[in-house]
C-alpha cells in the first residue's frame, strides 16, 4: 500500500526556488533518509508535506488523500517532529506523554507504556524533561509521535547533534517501527 507519495513538488520564495519537481513514492513498512547540506530544501519539503506550507505545484498524498483537498483525512495518521520536538521541560517525560495523550482520540495509558518501552525510556520516564540528555529527548519525542499509531512518521533532521551510540539507538527504533508496518521519512545531512 502507497503511504505517501510526492508528485513534482515545486517551491519557490520570491523568484528563488528552492524545490524542484521533488518526485518520490513509500509503501508501507519502507524507510527514507531524505539527505543534503544545510540549505538544500529538506525541511521545506517536509513543511509541503505536511501543509505547513503552500505548494505551488505538484501533489502529496498521504494515506491516498490529498494534503490540500483533504488535510485532516490527510494528516490523521500522521506522526511527526519538524526540527525540535515540544515538550514541557519541568514536567516528567512520563507527564509529557499524558498531556499529549489528551490531543487523540482512544489513547490508554497501557499505550503510553508501550511506547515508553519502545523508545527505551523505562528507567527515566519519571524524570524531569530538563535532566535528559538530546538522544532522550529526542526517543521522548517520537513517543509523543508515536501514540497515536500513526503509519507513517516524519521526522525533521532527529539524529542532528547525537553522539553516534544515540544516533544508533535512534536507528534501532526505525527498525523496531518499521516491523510494525511503520512507513518512515526523515531528514538529515
Known sequence: ???????????????????????????????LGFIGPNGAGKTTTIKLILGLQGIDEGTVL???YDIEKDFVK???KVGTIVENPDMYMYLSGKKNLLLSKNLYKNVTN?????????????????????KYSLGMRQRLGIAQAILHHPNLLILDEPTSGLDPFSRDE????FETLKEHGVTILFSTH
Open 62 to 64: 498521504i494515506n491516498g
Open 110 to 130: 497501557e499505550r503510553i507504556d508501550e511506547v515508553i518501552k519502545l523508545v527505551g525510556l523505562e528507567k527515566r520516564i519519571n524524570d524531569k524533561v530538563n
Open 170 to 173: 535512534l536507528l534501532e527504533i
Open 74 to 76: 490527510a494528516i490523521e
Open 1 to 31: 500500500m502507497t503511504v505517501l507519495e510526492c508528485k513534482n513538488l515545486k517551491k519557490r520564495f520570491g523568484k528563488k526556488e528552492v524545490i524542484r519537481g521533488v518526485s518520490f513514492k513509500l509503501e508501507e513498512g519502507d524507510i
